[in-house]
């Protein structure tokens, strides 16, 4: 049972490239989120789902992209990376019916 | 939007020391969630609170979740080497159908020397 997971752990983009972050969990788990954190703002909700097929902008949704095509996966998409999104990026699940939401390891981007 | 101020944002203390942090908010939360981020990792919840007055233990941790249903409070007794890490409160309210909306703090830094 790996719980959540995440890749790549670490990527450095140029400005304007693309690129796309894969979560992982094996728990069976109905929601999952994508958060970036950033150094003294704690972590921002980007985008969220709380299905198979279905998704939803969080806080911070600009410049993002997700897709929810397989329960178990939750991807998050740059289209055009900007240096501004320079970031360290969690995903986390959540079993519905329970608060407790379970992250992954991270992926930090830098982008130049 | 709900925001949480989470204080101090950080803290320097010696092994055997105890802590103290709260979260305060202008907005009322149906549960208070503390959080653990080590080094290089995802955060990892501590303790959970459900009910207004409510205080729950988990070893040397307890939290209180603010009878106002605004604050929290998390406290730390006799510090040791590896508490060290950020420190995160969350509150959560409920946002329609069976979805939460889930609120975190900015963290506190802890160091401990030891």
């Known amino acids: 049972n790996a719980g959540v997971t995440q890749t790549p752990k670490f990527r450095v983009l140029k400005t304007g490239q693309s690129m796309t972050l894969l979560c992982a969990q094996d728990m069976n788990h109905e929601y999952m989120y994508w958060y970036r954190q950033d150094p003294g703002m704690g972590l921002r909700l980007i985008h969220y789902s709380v299905g198979e097929g279905t998704t939803a902008k969080g806080e911070v949704p600009d410049g993002y992209n997700v897709s929810r095509l397989k329960k178990q996966n939750f991807l998050l998409g740059l289209e055009s990376a900007a240096p501004s999104q320079t970031s360290v990026y969690f995903c986390?699940?959540?079993?519905?019916?329970?608060?407790?939401?379970?992250f992954g390891p991270g992926t930090r981007l830098t982008v130049l | 939007g709900q925001q949480l101020n989470q204080s101090p944002q950080s803290m320097f203390i010696q092994e055997g020391e105890d802590v103290s942090m709260n979260c305060t908010s202008s907005s009322i939360f149906n549960t208070w969630l503390w959080y653990k981020q080590d080094p290089g990792e995802g955060p990892v919840l501590l303790i959970a609170l459900y009910k207004a007055g409510e205080l729950t233990s988990n070893g040397r941790l307890t939290a209180q979740f603010g009878i106002t249903r605004k604050d929290s409070f998390l406290n730390i007794s006799a510090s040791i080497p590896s508490d060290v890490g950020i420190y995160f409160c969350?509150?959560?309210?409920?946002?329609?159908?069976?979805?939460?909306?889930?609120?975190f703090g900015k963290g506190t830094l802890l160091t401990v020397n030891p």
């Open positions: 969350a509150g959560q309210v409920y946002s329609g159908g069976s979805n939460y909306k889930l609120t």
């Open positions: 986390a699940s959540r079993l519905r019916g329970y608060n407790e939401q379970f």
